[in-house]
């Protein structure tokens, strides 16, 4: 069980760039979650995949935001014109289905400069 | 909507004091309750859980009981070391039609224990 492991750890972009996080879950776990973490707050649902099906998507995720987990293991998430408001931790995490406890990366931490 | 509404931090307390983080809840349905713990510098773990009324979740000498009657899941230890210095998030899981598992959490305890 190496864990959940996303990539890069830390990113840096100017207002308007584009940004795409990789998320790679534990391994035969058949759900992921992305999940947005800003400073003082909790972690808040984003979206959430069934192996390649996106299920869910929060009202958080506005039309800028796409998920993708194409063939049902690591998902990629991409911010388009980033904002100032998109800084930020994102986290994913991964379970065995959907009764089972998740487990969450370190995160991506987003500053938009 | 669901909401979780825990203890403003930080709570700083010394070496082998008592531990209470108050943590409430509001659902609609019977939601499923948890801790989970964020040490410096690494990810969220699952502390521990209750899934049903006065279920007691329990885990590293932490506890928590689930009070259907109170809405709430106060985490406790009676002993705290330096090493529990960490954040602590209490969450529920309201389980949405999709069965999504979904988590709402509380905005989070930071908690340091000094020698």
Same mark, same amino acid.
């Given at each position: 069980d190496t864990g959940v492991s996303q990539d890069p750890r830390?990113?840096?972009t100017k207002r308007g760039q584009n940004v795409t996080f990789r998320c790679d879950p534990i391994s035969e776990?058949?759900?992921l979650y992305w999940y947005r973490q800003t400073l003082g707050q909790g972690p808040e649902f984003l979206t959430y995949f069934q192996?390649?099906?996106q299920l869910e998507k929060s009202r958080l995720l506005s039309d800028r935001f796409s998920a993708e987990r194409p063939k049902g293991s690591f998902s990629t998430l991409e911010i388009q014109r980033t904002?100032? +408001?998109d800084s930020a931790m994102y986290l994913c995490a991964s379970s065995v289905d959907g009764l089972s406890p998740l487990h969450f990366g370190n995160g991506t931490r987003l500053t938009v400069t | 909507g669901d909401s979780v509404t825990q203890m403003e931090g930080p709570v700083t307390l010394s070496e082998e004091a008592f531990l209470t983080i108050n943590c409430t809840y509001t659902a609609t349905g019977y939601p499923s309750l948890f801790w989970y713990v964020q040490y410096p510098g690494e990810g969220l773990q699952l502390l521990l859980k209750a899934t049903k009324a006065d279920d007691k979740g329990s885990n590293k000498g932490f506890e928590a009981t689930y009070r259907k009657e109170t809405t709430s899941?106060?985490?406790?230890? +009676?002993?705290v070391q330096v090493s529990d210095s960490a954040v602590y998030f209490c969450a529920l899981s309201d389980q949405s039609g999709a069965g999504s598992y979904q988590l709402t959490f509380g905005k989070g305890t930071k908690l340091s224990v000094i020698p």
């Amino acid at each position: 069980d190496t864990g959940v492991s996303q990539d890069p750890r830390h990113k840096i972009t100017k207002r308007g760039q584009n940004v795409t996080f990789r998320c790679d879950p534990i391994s035969e776990h058949n759900r992921l979650y992305w999940y947005r973490q800003t400073l003082g707050q909790g972690p808040e649902f984003l979206t959430y995949f069934q192996n390649e099906a996106q299920l869910e998507k929060s009202r958080l995720l506005s039309d800028r935001f796409s998920a993708e987990r194409p063939k049902g293991s690591f998902s990629t998430l991409e911010i388009q014109r980033t904002e100032q +408001g998109d800084s930020a931790m994102y986290l994913c995490a991964s379970s065995v289905d959907g009764l089972s406890p998740l487990h969450f990366g370190n995160g991506t931490r987003l500053t938009v400069t | 909507g669901d909401s979780v509404t825990q203890m403003e931090g930080p709570v700083t307390l010394s070496e082998e004091a008592f531990l209470t983080i108050n943590c409430t809840y509001t659902a609609t349905g019977y939601p499923s309750l948890f801790w989970y713990v964020q040490y410096p510098g690494e990810g969220l773990q699952l502390l521990l859980k209750a899934t049903k009324a006065d279920d007691k979740g329990s885990n590293k000498g932490f506890e928590a009981t689930y009070r259907k009657e109170t809405t709430s899941f106060h985490l406790e230890k +009676g002993s705290v070391q330096v090493s529990d210095s960490a954040v602590y998030f209490c969450a529920l899981s309201d389980q949405s039609g999709a069965g999504s598992y979904q988590l709402t959490f509380g905005k989070g305890t930071k908690l340091s224990v000094i020698p």
